[in-house]
């Protein structure tokens, strides 16, 4: 099984801010690695897909990129309602699994 | 628009089993393969079973293999995830999910929450 590490496992910064996310695959995935949004009380939401592809209507200040085992989420500039955990999912080989997601707060 | 919709969920004892539904509706369910994610509180998603668009390949965690069971009616529009022989650590919100080729996860429900306990 691919383990994802994600780090930090929380990050607290201030609207405007730049965020990264980081997420690190156990082997190499290639780019098969997405990202997902989830707000209290409600389901995940896709934002990227194969590392750096935005999924429909997802915000230009959210971006993606690596490939291999080392992979970064990067929101340009903070908004309030970025406020939620991030858990990237990889689905280079079964079972696919997410990591243990970040949670960003907006001070 | 494309909706996704649990239900079945529900306190259950230990040993015992459920069938967990996902009605869909706003895409052509019978083109799509579909998942089954669930979400043990407080914790991250836990990926849970795979279906191909016609039903042909099907895919399990290890942590459900032999125990749960995942289905479609494509006539209906129906997914399912029957679930077996329970245990305390099956306790979830279960989310169906349509999947953004291949093997993403584009569309989900609101949940359906499965309780074991005694």
């Known amino acids: 099984e691919i383990v994802l590490t994600q780090s930090p496992a929380t990050l607290s910064l201030s609207p405007g801010e730049r965020a990264t996310l980081s997420c690190r695959a156990s082997?190499?995935?290639?780019?098969?690695l997405a990202w997902y949004q989830q707000k209290v009380g409600q389901a995940p939401r896709l934002l990227i897909y194969?590392?750096?592809n935005r999924a429909t209507g997802i915000p230009a200040r959210f971006s993606g990129s690596g490939a291999g085992t080392d992979f970064t989420l990067t929101i340009s500039s903070l908004e309030p309602e970025d406020s939620a955990v991030y858990y990237c999912q990889h689905r280079a080989v079964w079972p696919l699994t997410f990591g243990g997601g970040t949670k960003v707060e907006i001070k | 628009q494309v909706q996704l919709v649990e239900s079945g969920g529900g306190v259950v004892q230990p040993g015992r089993a459920l069938r967990l539904s996902c009605a869909v509706s706003g895409f052509t369910f019978s083109g799509y393969a579909m998942h089954w994610v669930r979400q043990a509180p407080g914790k991250g998603p836990e990926w849970v079973a795979f279906i191909s668009y016609d039903g042909s390949s099907k895919s399990y965690a290890d942590s459900v293999k032999g125990r749960f069971t995942i289905s479609r009616d494509n006539s209906k529009n129906i997914l399912y995830l029957q679930v077996n022989s329970l245990r305390g650590e099956d306790t979830a919100v279960y989310f169906c999910?349509?999947?953004?080729?291949?093997?993403?996860?584009?569309?989900w429900g609101q949940g359906t929450l499965v309780a074991v306990s005694s």
């Open positions: 999910a349509k999947e953004l080729s291949p093997h993403y996860f584009d569309f």
């Open positions: 194969d590392a750096s």
């Open positions: 082997q190499n995935i290639f780019n098969y």
